[in-house]
């Protein structure tokens, strides 16, 4: 699980939103509300949604509120590799927010997965 976590606010303008993701190359941010409790995430998919639309009307792209998924599947921290794993393999997801008690405490991508694996088990060539 990551615990430094990029996230953002539903007023972040989306411009701003896709240079952040940009620049911590991830490719979702969980979206968390003025108490940190996780409200939505926002995906590359989203930024680049927003920011074409925006483009094609010439007006300003929007906020991340105007493009967040606001359903967002989580997992808890006791929860463990296996089903993780299970759950982003079985599952189009590339990342889940850890909530505990309401609250945005890490995320854990495929990406943690492979660090995860690759500690457990390590090989020399």
């Not at 911590?24 to 680049?48: F, M, Q, W």
Request: proline share 3%.
């Amino acid at each position: 699980m990551t615990r430094t976590v990029v996230s953002l606010t539903r007023d972040t303008e989306i411009l701003r939103a896709l240079h952040l993701m940009h620049e911590h190359d991830i490719s979702n941010a969980p979206v968390v509300d003025e108490e940190g409790t996780l409200i939505g995430i926002l995906s590359d998919r989203d930024c680049i949604r927003g920011v074409i639309q925006g483009t094609y009307h010439s007006e300003f792209a929007g906020l991340v509120s105007d493009f967040m998924s606001g359903e967002v599947e989580t997992v808890g921290p006791d929860d463990g590799l296996i089903e993780a794993t299970r759950r982003l393999m079985d599952l189009p997801h590339r990342l889940y927010p850890v909530v505990a008690g309401g609250d945005l405490v890490g995320v854990i991508s495929r990406r943690d997965i492979i660090s995860a694996l690759t500690e457990k088990w390590q090989w020399s060539s």
